[in-house]
């Protein structure tokens, strides 16, 4: 008996623990109202639904997109209840399905025709009495450009030389079965005449790819519902992609035979061109310094923006990736810069050989070869101008006095002929000049010779002591007069005998040649006198009133022309002693001279007037 009643009890207080484990359980159960208690999901950021304005849109409850654990047909067995909500301002309101926009089907919620208003989040929530959870999806409304408006479109990759059978999506999930279907590709509904592509029912098949099968391909879907005609567009695009070689991918740059030029200070670029077998995956390539990638650096001189694709060559692709370093430090040079690239199919890296660049003053030198060269064109150009000014300055500086080295008495001897305007310029202008104004001692026969004696001799003295021998041309020229002519003779036998004096003749008027067949004979004489002078022959212009004044070219030439005079020497008057007309210590060399002057064809000239044209000068 005490051990019945001890089952008894033991009895009672089991049912006692269950009852209470019961009523605790049915308390924490959630129900289809409660929506704290239910499990959130969250948002579906995988995919969100997208819609043309105006035409119809599916949202599918994300819940149902794994068939393991939710399945739409095994859910009804269980009490579960589908509700759909709208997020609208921080609440959850329901979904009012007795509205005619709003049509549950199924697992999914058609919207017949979507608006700008429709926009916005959309709750499903699968719950009955002991589960409860909930996922939100986003639907975007997007107006509609035009008929050919491809702003909704998924790309799909084919390879070429295969077939491919493309689907209008979301046919079979129309909350009707009575629909019609149009297909386009490339805006055109005219594209099925090739023997390779053609259309079975809701269905485009392509029974080889090729690349003019590439491009957008759109189905429009148009139904009833509701007493209302209804349509959506979906659009699907087409690539032809490679399918041959291996797909594992593979670093083109940098290699071993390539070297990357860095400057200590200066900013260098790493470029890393890898190539890309075509893959439905995301690729991977990026740098290293020192088997560390620039996030675990952390430093902001290191920077690498987004991969470029160079080069897409059905789906296969070379791209590039490229490495700054803002700047390029002394401590870079140790470190090892390495491009890798990875996908499902491999794995492959390389690192970059660095070489110190040394640096060449480019610009600098750029910059002073051009002053350079500006500054000699300046200076030729300023030597063409005043080539003159140059000539006697540098003789002013670095020229040597003649007369420190001879024993010469004069510096100028000055032919020229008798009782014309020639003798006139020669006393009152070139005489006053050459005396008082440059300093030079000047030597005229017919003022410095002294009376009585003989004049082929002193004509000799004359011109033997003399440094320059300046003879006046013109129309009254010194080929016309006989003394003129006996001191163009001495200067030419002086400086034929090795004498340092010069001959410079001074065009004062131009020339004519006489029609006078008397004169020819004396013409032809002077001209060959000239012809034997012409390695030591000047000639200076005058230009009438152009040079009167002493910075005219003309006194210029004729300075050049005449020899150095210093300002430090004082010149030396001009005396008559018996050194000047009555030196009987004649050298040799005067005695051949006076020989050669004392023919009978010196002894012939009179004062005939020859006339010379200018052009026999430059014969000479």
């Given amino acids: 008996m005490p051990r019945i009643l001890r089952m008894f009890v033991s009895l009672l207080h089991f049912l006692s623990l269950m009852w209470v484990v019961h009523a605790t359980l049915l308390e924490a159960l959630p129900t289809g109202q409660s929506g704290p208690q239910c499990v959130n999901w969250g948002v579906y950021e995988r995919e969100a639904v997208r819609v ?8 599918h409850c994300p819940l149902f997109s794994h068939p393991k654990l939710y399945n739409y047909a095994q859910i009804q067995s269980t009490g579960h209840t589908l509700l759909w909500y709208q997020h609208t301002h921080e609440l959850e309101e329901p979904v009012d399905l007795s509205l005619p926009t709003y049509v549950k089907h199924k697992d999914a919620l058609w919207i017949q025709p979507a608006s700008m208003k429709d926009r916005g989040e959309y709750i499903c929530i699968l719950s009955n009495l002991s589960s409860c959870v909930k996922i939100g999806v986003r639907l975007d409304v997007v107006p509609r450009k035009g008929d050919c408006d491809y702003t909704l479109h ?13 689907r209008c999506p ?5 909350p009707t079965k009575m629909y019609n279907i149009i297909w386009y590709h490339n805006c055109s509904s005219n594209f099925f005449g090739f023997n390779f592509r053609e259309v079975e029912g809701d269905t485009v098949v392509i029974n080889q790819m090729f690349t003019f099968y590439e491009g957008p391909y759109t189905c429009v879907v148009t139904y009833q519902s509701n ?12 690539r032809a992609v490679s399918t041959n070689g291996a797909k594992e991918p593979k670093i083109l740059n940098p290699s071993n035979r390539d070297i990357y030029d860095v400057s200590v200070g200066k900013n260098a670029k790493f470029s890393c061109q890898a190539f890309l077998p075509h893959l439905d995956e995301e690729p991977h390539v990026w740098w290293s310094i020192n088997n560390k990638t620039l996030e675990e650096l952390s430093e902001s001189r290191y920077t690498s923006p987004a991969v470029r694709v160079l080069v897409d060559d059905y789906g296969d692709q070379t791209v590039e990736r490229v490495l700054n370093v803002l700047p390029f430090k002394e401590e870079d040079l140790h470190k090892e810069f390495r491009c890798s690239v990875q996908n499902s199919k491999g794995f492959h890296s390389s690192a970059a050989t660095l070489k110190e660049e040394v640096y060449v003053p480019s610009l600098e030198l750029g910059c002073g070869l051009g002053v350079t060269l500006v500054l000699a064109l300046l200076l030729f150009v300023l030597y063409r101008v005043f080539w003159l000014e140059v000539h006697l300055l540098y003789r002013s500086w670095f020229g040597t006095d003649e007369r420190d080295t001879d024993n010469k008495e004069y510096d100028v001897y000055i032919s020229y ?10 006393m009152e202008t070139l005489r006053r000049v050459l005396e008082v104004e440059f300093g030079y001692t000047v030597c005229i026969f017919d003022r410095d010779s002294l009376p009585g004696g003989t004049v082929t001799e002193e004509t000799l003295q004359f011109v033997s002591r003399s440094r320059r021998l300046l003879v006046i041309l013109s129309a009254y020229s010194a080929f016309r007069d006989a003394q003129a002519l006996l001191d163009i003779r001495a200067g030419v036998s002086a400086m034929l005998r090795g004498s340092s004096m010069k001959l410079v003749l001074i065009h004062y008027k131009s020339t004519r040649m006489s029609r006078d067949k008397s004169h020819k004979q004396n013409a032809h004489k002077c001209v060959k006198e000239l012809r034997r002078a012409r390695i030591a022959l000047a000639l200076v ?49 005067n005695v051949l001279m006076l020989e050669e002057l004392r023919t009978p064809n010196t002894q012939a000239h009179d004062h005939t007037t020859h006339t010379v044209h200018t052009d026999v000068l430059h014969k000479t």
């Fill in 52 to 59: 043309y304005e105006g035409e119809a849109g599916r949202i």
């Fill in 154 to 166: 998924r790309n799909v990759s084919v390879p070429i030389m295969s077939n491919f059978t493309l």
């Fill in 170 to 174: 979301n046919v079979q999930h129309l």
């Fill in 227 to 238: 007493g209302h005609t209804l349509n959506y567009t979906y659009t699907i695009n087409l």
């Fill in 417 to 426: 002929a008798r009782n014309t305007e020639e003798e006139e310029f020669v």
């Fill in 541 to 589: 212009r005058w230009e009438g009133e152009k040079s009167t004044s002493l910075s005219s070219h003309f006194w210029k030439k004729l300075q050049l022309q005449l020899p150095v005079c210093t300002s430090t020497r004082t010149t030396k008057p001009t005396t008559h002693d018996t050194s000047c007309n009555g030196d009987k210590k004649n050298s040799e060399s």
